[in-house]
């Protein structure tokens, strides 16, 4: 097959369910799979967001990829490597001391798959004329979020369902495990009879490249209100970043250790499948409302709707619900939080000048990264010392300063 007959149909979907897969399963799976398997809440919140580190600073090697080698390889690559490296972290599922190896299995996967990124996102944008790269902006965005259903859905509620069968959460994950490792396999055979070679993918400038990163960063911190910029950038989701981290901990332990005895395989439907529906509809259904109205009258209700369901939580912890009452209050929370990140998200695409608008973007969401990492680390150690009841209502008044400082941000009048 040349390249005039590769559309892109047969690769699109493809590359960014492969995009979206490993994301979610080393930084959400991971979270279910480690409290699953016994892992205490303090651990599994410092070392799980520790993960996502690759991804706030993956600007920084963003440009060797333009340097060494073609987008394509990097990608192939990266993608025969994430297969081994979930195949690595299914064999030490089945072992007794998993924790550290598959940890660090999955620290690897997460520098991969952050570089995985880089690559694809690259080679989308070389590989079609302008035109076709707008029409399928909506294909990728399918097929991302498909992936995270998958993940945090499918491979949840299938590793459930074999623990509940075998007896044994080690031997689950550890089918868990090779699911997306033989799908990166399979991925990388078919990607590399179907990806084009375009002219144009090949090694590029090396100083230049370099010269005008530097030049971007000197130019973001001079932007005007930079330090309210960076505080409201860090702390918009610190409360939602610690309720994340959470979550599924808290849904799944036993009553006598405050939480509400939810089984693996429902944590898969409830938060993995219905919830991340909620939170894909409330991410769409932000974006119209955003293209509507604008960010300046959006930002106060959008902030609100993604932090006042941190309440549900504190409901849920305080009284005894039956538990169809879990799918309309998770729905709900993840509904406001996609609504919150909509309007966070154009907020950022607003910053810096058009120059630099690329990497001024990357430095914005390398920093939201940070301010999802951080308050991560902290999640368990906070919720061990506080109590589940405690700590959702520490959450939630952990969102307040990052609201009181919407009055200080320049809000450009910008549409999604």
Not at 36 to 65: C, D, H
Not at 156 to 161: D, E, P, R
Not at 339 to 357: D, I, N, P, Q, R
Not at 409 to 415: R, S
Request: overall charge positive; some cysteine; hydrophobic content about 55%.
């Amino acid at each position: 097959m040349n390249d005039k007959q590769r559309t892109p149909w047969f690769y699109v979907p493809s590359l960014y369910f492969a995009e979206g897969l490993p994301y979610i399963i080393i930084n959400t799976v991971s979270v279910i799979m480690y409290k699953n398997l016994g892992i205490s809440n303090e651990r599994i919140g410092l070392w799980t967001s520790l993960l996502y580190l690759p991804w706030v600073l993956k600007m920084i090697w963003a440009p060797l990829l333009d340097i060494i080698g073609t987008k394509r390889r990097w990608l192939l690559s990266t993608q025969f490597l994430l297969g081994l490296v979930f195949m690595g972290a299914g064999v030490a599922a089945a072992g007794g001391n998993f924790f550290f190896p598959s940890l660090a299995l999955f620290a690897a996967g997460a520098f991969i798959s952050a570089t995985h990124d880089i690559s694809i996102d690259g080679f989308y944008m070389l590989a079609m004329p302008e035109k076709e790269q707008a029409f399928f902006v909506g294909i990728r965005v399918v097929a991302y979020r498909m992936a995270m259903i998958f993940g945090s859905g499918g491979l949840v509620y299938l590793s459930g369902q074999i623990a509940e069968k075998t007896g044994s959460a080690n031997l689950a994950w550890a089918a868990g495990m090779l699911v997306p490792a033989v799908l990166f396999l399979l991925m990388w055979v078919w990607h590399r009879f179907v990806l084009p070679h375009p002219a144009v993918d090949r090694p590029g400038v090396s100083a230049n490249r370099f010269q005008g990163f530097f030049d971007a960063i000197e130019d973001y911190f001079k932007q005007d209100k930079i330090l309210f910029i960076l505080f409201f950038i860090l702390l918009y989701r610190f409360g939602e970043a610690m309720l994340m981290k959470m979550a599924s901990p808290f849904l799944m332990d036993a009553a006598a250790r405050g939480g509400l005895g939810v089984s693996t395989s429902e944590i898969g439907i409830l938060y993995g499948t219905v919830g991340m529906l909620a939170l894909i509809t409330g991410g769409i259904f932000g974006g119209w409302i955003l293209s509507k109205y604008g960010l300046r009258k959006c930002i106060w209700p959008m902030s609100l709707a993604l932090n006042l369901p941190d309440l549900f939580y504190c409901l849920l912890a305080s009284v005894h619900l039956p538990a169809w009452a879990l799918y309309p209050l998770i729905a709900a929370e993840q509904f406001g939080a996609g609504l919150g990140f909509m309007a966070y998200t154009v907020f950022l695409m607003s910053l810096g000048s058009e120059k630099f608008k690329t990497s001024h973007f990357a430095i914005s969401t390398g920093l939201m990264g940070l301010g999802m990492m951080l308050p991560g680390m902290a999640s368990g150690y906070l919720q061990a010392m506080l109590g589940y009841k405690m700590f959702f209502y520490a959450v939630f008044l952990i969102t307040i300063p990052g609201m009181l400082l919407i009055p200080f941000i320049p809000i450009k009048q910008k549409t999604a």
